[in-house]
């Protein structure tokens, strides 16, 4: 949001007004006006004061002390700010601006759903103003409601087709909701207006390499660097794209260089960890894991990812651990369930892996290997009175279909249902398809035809009952 021309209207206002006050006070004013536009807050905010001591007529005082709320958000003093907006809006409740200027403050504080609210009363009393719009959409897109920052986006642009800012918004809404090609055409319609907007070029970069235009998506994270040097959030999205093109030291050198700039920017943090696992520094990944949860302490993908590399440090209790603190702080994420029943896997607890595959289908009904694991433990658990042969053909066919049948490892978890259900022409038939996949690896492959020699003997198979 460009603050000051959220309040020129009214400052102008003022300036005019200035000479139906008494003398003193109209200059004090046009001289906080003066100073507001010349970027000099602690000025302005002393000559409002100044002009406030006065005494002035209850619709002059309302302007004031919304002017004066803006120049204390320019200061970050969003409390002030907060205070002259409450009082200006007691004085004039139809003031759009106050209402505005207030959703600034609040938004300084974090309050969204406040800000929110009082946008959406701002445009109640303004419908025609394209700032509040677009101003009300980058709160939206902020709480990843997509399709409400579209709409406020699109009004914006429809109230003013060259409006730069709500063509980038619009342009980031589309990336997120998946729209890449309308959101390039936004992003290049917004730069052509404003070519000096950093932010732009690095939502375009973000939209070009999710197209998989890597070098298009370089140059434009390059732009944004040469525009704004000490642009974290940019130089982490070139040192990930630096990854992506197989550059890993360029990758590392962005993002240190992102963590320099800002040592508390967690993506950066989380980028760099998934490099150094990547690279097999497992230590140096969950030392990056754990500050990122000492900073967000209720980061439940942290956990997941210092889980993983704990599990491939060979520290498994710990990896255990941090999936349990995990799903305490979301006990309905999905993924989360699913790391732990694979974690429980790794360990040969079966039972509270089976546990925790039934309850990750739940959670993630489109979720591919979850469904293949928990049709291979029903159909295949080292105990009896755990395994159920019919159910684990539903689940594994299951498992097929959201693979649309080409996924080896699922053919192969239906063989071994069948299998368990005493249908072994089926067991053989799935098991052989499974088996024709060229792409199998070399010890899967091993596996799956040591299954299919025990289904030509009329044998199921059975996970051997090991803790591991």
Not at 78 to 90: N, Y
Not at 397 to 404: D, H, V
Request: hydrophobic content about 40%; glycine content about 6%.
């Amino acid at each position: 949001m460009k603050l000051l021309s959220l309040g020129y209207s009214a400052l102008a206002f003022l300036t005019c007004a200035g000479a139906c006050l008494a003398q003193t006070a109209g200059e004090l004013i046009t001289q906080g006006v003066d100073a507001q536009r010349k970027g000099n807050p602690d000025l302005a905010i002393t000559h409002y004061t100044s002009a406030l001591a006065k005494g002035l007529d209850s619709r002059f005082e309302a302007i004031v002390l919304q002017n004066r709320a803006l120049a204390w958000v320019e200061k970050f003093s969003w409390q002030k700010a907060i205070a002259d907006a409450d009082a200006a809006l007691k004085l004039n409740p139809s003031s759009a601006t106050a209402y505005a200027v207030r959703a600034e403050a609040r938004k300084g504080l974090r309050e969204n759903d406040r800000a929110i609210l009082d946008y959406s009363e701002a445009i109640k009393l303004e419908p025609g103003d394209p700032i509040y719009l677009n101003n009300r959409g980058n709160l939206f897109d902020g709480q990843q409601k997509w399709d409400l920052a579209l709409q406020d986006f699109d009004n914006a642009i429809k109230i003013q087709p060259r409006y730069a800012h709500a063509l980038a918004g619009r342009g980031e809404a589309r990336r997120n909701l998946g729209q890449f090609e309308k959101a390039l055409e936004d992003f290049n319609a917004s730069i052509e207006l404003d070519p000096k907007n950093p932010g732009a070029y690095n939502n375009r970069g973000l939209t070009q390499a999710s197209l998989g235009k890597r070098e298009e998506a370089q140059a434009d994270f390059n732009k944004a660097i040469d525009l704004l040097p000490n642009f974290a959030p940019a130089y982490n999205n070139r040192g990930f794209n630096y990854a992506n093109l197989g550059r890993p030291k360029d990758a590392q050198t962005d993002y240190n260089h992102a963590l320099k700039i800002d040592p508390a920017y967690t993506p950066a943090l989380n980028n760099r960890a998934m490099l150094r696992v990547s690279e097999g520094s497992l230590k140096d990944a969950i030392a990056d894991f754990s500050e990122i949860l000492r900073l967000r302490p209720d980061n439940i993908h942290a956990y997941n990812n210092r889980a993983a590399a704990y599990d491939k440090a060979g520290q498994p209790d710990k990896a255990l651990a941090d999936l349990d603190t995990a799903i305490k702080l979301a006990p309905q994420d999905g993924q989360t369930h699913k790391n732990r029943a694979i974690a429980y896997v790794n360990r040969g607890r079966w039972d509270e892996a089976l546990t925790e595959f039934t309850t990750a289908s739940t959670l993630l009904p489109e979720d591919v290997e979850t469904w293949n694991w928990l049709g291979r433990l029903l159909g295949s658990h080292p105990k009896d009175e755990l395994r159920d042969g019919t159910k684990a053909i539903q689940v594994a066919t299951k498992a097929c279909e959201l693979s649309q049948w080409k996924n080896a490892d699922c053919l192969d978890t239906l063989g071994a249902a069948h299998a368990e259900a005493g249908d072994f022409e089926n067991a053989k038939k799935y098991a052989q398809q499974a088996l024709a996949d060229p792409n199998v690896p070399a010890p899967t492959r091993q596996r799956m035809e040591r299954r299919f020699s025990l289904y030509q003997q009329g044998l199921p198979y059975h996970i051997p009952a090991i803790a591991r």
